[in-house]
């Protein structure tokens, strides 16, 4: 496999719950390489881009709202066949049914919240990481 970039983004539920340097280190032991690291609070402007493919799911308000309520760590990470690699390490969606091993299924869990609060973003496609990386370092 090449070498590619993603995108991962560790959410306003991570850092509120200081587990920035528990995501960073799974990346860095699974052999990936930190290239852009950078604690922001985005706009729902860039949210709302971000998650465009979600505008008409019933969930999108809430999923831009809590993702502009705090601070979010955004990073590009780096390495062969990463993109795959960090869904693989993050886990399925919902923290109930994500698997152990998995940041989601170790760390996260539901909070009764409209939307799911899941610790962790990582792109899904090398086009959707391309589109994500422009989005969130538009420089690099
Ligand atoms: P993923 O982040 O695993 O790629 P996704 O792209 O389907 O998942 O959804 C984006 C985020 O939206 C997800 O991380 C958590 C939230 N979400 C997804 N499905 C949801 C639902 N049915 N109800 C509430 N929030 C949801
Ligand atoms: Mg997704």
Redesign the pocket.
């Known amino acids: 496999t090449a070498t590619e970039r993603t995108l991962v983004i560790v959410k306003p539920d991570g850092v509120a719950r200081n587990l920035v340097g528990e995501v960073l280190r799974r990346v860095e032991a699974k052999g990936y390489s930190i290239v852009a690291l950078e604690l922001r609070t985005a706009d729902t402007d860039l949210l709302a881009r971000h998650?465009a493919e979600?505008e008409d799911k019933p969930?999108f308000a809430s999923?831009v709202e809590f993702m502009v309520s705090g601070p979010v760590v955004a990073a590009i990470v780096e390495g062969h066949g990463v993109i795959e690699g960090f869904r693989s390490l993050a886990g399925s969606?919902k923290p109930t049914s994500a698997a152990p091993g998995t940041i989601r299924g170790d760390l996260g869990r539901e909070w009764g919240s409209?939307?799911?609060q899941?610790i962790v973003?990582g792109s899904?496609s090398p086009e959707s990481a391309a589109r994500e990386i422009g989005l969130w370092f538009p420089a690099l």
């Open positions: 998650y979600h969930f999923l969606t409209a939307v799911v899941n973003h899904d």
